[in-house]
């Protein structure tokens, strides 16, 4: 069975909406090695619709010449969790349907570690259902005041290990948790 | 100039209800599930042996003033001897020792406050109050104590503000169990 890694850009307060207001801080090449290691180890990549079509955009005119993690986006399978979406038009993607469970486990176990971003509505669902293995948080020196959290009100309660954190010159602060059987 | 220096234990999910426990929160007490170990325990203690006065909203107050008078120590006598000073309109004839209850503006009784000291003014816990400071730009520093738990309900540290509020992140530590320091200055 692979592992869910889920991987977000948060306020302090815990925000996680389109991340715009972190690109003031720069992108540490730090910051770059940690993500990039998450990324090495996934075989695919799971999304909900709104990120991949906010993705698609971005990344599939890149290549790594323009950013190292281009390959990554573009060449691996990306799985969409869409009631909706029928044909994508990013190469290499697979819409997998509604949200199901059941289907996201076999996932799991079929492909191995999956590598999420963004995706507040998936990700929320997965945490509720116990999918998700670990939480690469790169936490931002500042309150956004107002948006969507990652933990809303009424998340289920859990408990976490930390398994790595590292701070980086720009202050953004990475967080790595897994979560406790 | 003082300094208005805010620091919390909280949840990965923000909350910061009852940490200690006693208060009648369901999850009172969860910051106890996790061993600060001895630097989380010297995080706490330097920022109130280094602090000047205290200030907190009425709630946090009737905790710590019904828990702290009978304790003994360096650091509880710290605690019952530094000034404390209460935001609260309805607080009368408080009874620990050395407390003043502030009753007008917020923003002018701080502002007051900074000017008369020199050193930091401490606020635990008090989430209005907390958050009443975050929207008016008067917090200083702040000093979070990150357990790795979701509680899913509780006070949160954070409501909402009128805009975001940057900060400079100027010590982060892993303490104990998975516990997380950060200290955060206003930029």
Redesign the interface.
């Given at each position: 069975m692979g592992a869910m890694h889920v991987h977000e850009f948060m306020s302090l307060d815990g925000v996680i909406d389109a991340p715009v207001w972190t690109f003031e801080y720069g992108f540490d090449p730090k910051m770059g090695e940690a993500i990039g290691a998450v990324t090495g180890r996934s075989n695919g990549i799971l999304l909900g619709r709104a990120t991949f079509e906010m993705f698609e955009p971005s990344w599939s005119t890149r290549t790594v010449e323009d950013d190292p993690g281009a390959p990554f986006f573009n060449d691996t399978t990306k799985y969409v969790v869409s009631s909706t979406l029928t044909d994508p038009t990013w190469r290499n993607s697979e819409v997998i349907g509604p949200y199901d469970a059941d289907r996201i486990r076999g996932l799991k176990d079929a492909v191995g570690d999956l590598y999420v971003s963004g995706s507040i509505t998936l990700v929320r669902a997965m945490l509720a259902d116990g999918l998700v293995d670990e939480l690469h948080l790169c936490v931002y020196p500042l309150t956004r005041g107002a948006g969507p959290r990652l933990f809303p009100e009424d998340a289920a309660p859990s408990k976490f290990s930390l398994a790595g954190s590292e701070s980086y010159d720009n202050g953004v602060l990475y967080l790595n948790y897994r979560t406790q059987a | 100039m003082g300094r208005v220096v805010v620091t919390e234990f909280v949840s990965?999910?923000?909350v910061m209800e009852d940490p200690g426990g006693g208060e009648d929160f369901e999850?009172g007490g969860w910051s106890f599930?996790f061993d600060r170990g001895a630097d989380g325990n010297e995080f706490k203690t330097g920022e109130t042996m280094d602090a000047d006065a205290m200030l907190l909203g009425r709630v946090t107050y009737e905790g710590f003033a019904a828990a702290w008078p009978g304790r003994e120590g360096e650091f509880a006598d710290k605690f019952n001897t530094m000034p404390k000073y209460v935001v609260s309109s309805t607080l009368e004839n408080p009874g620990w020792t050395n407390t003043t209850v502030l009753s007008g503006d917020l923003v002018e009784e701080v502002t007051g406050l900074k000017e008369r000291h020199d050193g930091d003014l401490i606020v635990h816990g008090s989430a209005a109050l907390a958050q009443a400071l975050?929207e008016h730009d008067l917090v200083d520093e702040?000093r979070?104590m990150v357990f790795?738990?979701?509680?899913?309900?509780g006070k949160?540290?954070?409501a909402?503000?009128?805009?975001?509020?940057?900060?400079?992140?100027t010590d982060?530590q892993?303490v104990g169990?998975?516990?997380?320091t950060?200290v955060?200055e206003k930029?």
């Open positions: - | 990965l999910d923000g999850h599930a975050l702040l979070l790795p738990v979701v509680l899913g309900k949160s540290l954070w909402s503000t009128s805009d975001k509020k940057t900060f400079k992140l982060a892993t169990e998975g516990v997380q950060l955060l930029r």
